[in-house]
């Protein structure tokens, strides 16, 4: 059960777009359509933000998106805001058991 | 409204047990998945155990063979037992309701372990 990889940081202004990459095998992302995101901050509960690889929960804005190719999932956040700036980490179903990402943090400048 | 309310958690000795309590509102326990997932301080989140609808348990390798996940229908609470516990067992812990495979929603407030001597 290795942690899925995630970059440690990523950076935007205000208005642009990020993407955050989650790479993992095929016995997790590349296996199965049941990837996750959540964002995350400091003291609170995470905040599930895409399930299913593509879709989105009720009250997260569509510019919020998810996709998958191989073994890589990414989350895109486009007009990025300064409430966007936490956390992130996706999560893979992997055969019975799951496992997460080890994290990004999205910084807006 | 669906909710989770945990409960439990706080100090314990290295080699101690405690039990995580999370009471469910507005869905019932054993007819969806249920998962615990933790966060150590300053680390990311880690994925602990789930429990199906079938009852079938499975535990990551860090807590196989000392953490137990049950539930109770009747109360509609989801629990952790959680046996020989060590140092490196220190984090907030969260209960959580499953969308089928897919995700983790909603999530408990989560409760601090802290295992120390």
């Known amino acids: 059960q290795s942690a899925l990889t995630q970059p440690r940081s990523v950076s935007g202004s205000p208005g642009q777009s990020v993407t955050i990459s989650c790479t993992g095998t095929?016995?997790?992302?590349?296996?199965?359509?049941?990837v996750s995101w959540y964002q995350h901050h400091p003291g609170k509960a995470p905040k599930l933000m895409i399930y299913?690889?593509?879709k989105r929960p009720s009250g997260v804005p569509d510019r919020i998106s998810g996709s998958k190719s191989g073994t890589t999932a990414s989350l895109t956040i486009s007009g990025l805001q300064a409430e966007d700036e936490a956390d992130y980490y996706c999560c893979s179903y992997a055969g019975s058991l799951y496992v997460f990402g080890t994290g990004t943090k999205v910084t807006v400048l | 409204e669906v909710q989770l309310v945990q409960s439990g958690g706080g100090l314990v000795q290295p080699g101690g047990s405690l039990r995580l309590s999370c009471e469910a509102s507005g869905f019932s326990v054993s007819g969806d998945y249920m998962s615990w997932v933790r966060q150590a301080p300053g680390k990311g989140l880690e994925w602990v155990s789930v429990?199906?609808?079938?009852?079938?348990?499975y535990h990551a390798d860090s807590v196989e063979g000392r953490f137990t996940i049950s539930w109770d229908t009747h109360k509609n609470m989801l629990f952790l037992q959680m046996n020989s516990l060590r140092v490196e067992d220190t984090a907030v812990y969260y209960c959580?309701?499953?969308?089928?495979?897919?995700?983790?929603?909603?999530w408990g407030q989560g409760t601090l372990v802290t295992v120390s001597s």
């Open positions: 095929n016995s997790d992302v590349g296996g199965y359509k049941y």
């Open positions: 959580v309701r499953q969308l089928g495979f897919g995700g983790f929603d909603p």
């Open positions: 429990i199906y609808s079938a009852g079938n348990t």
């Open positions: 299913d690889v593509t």
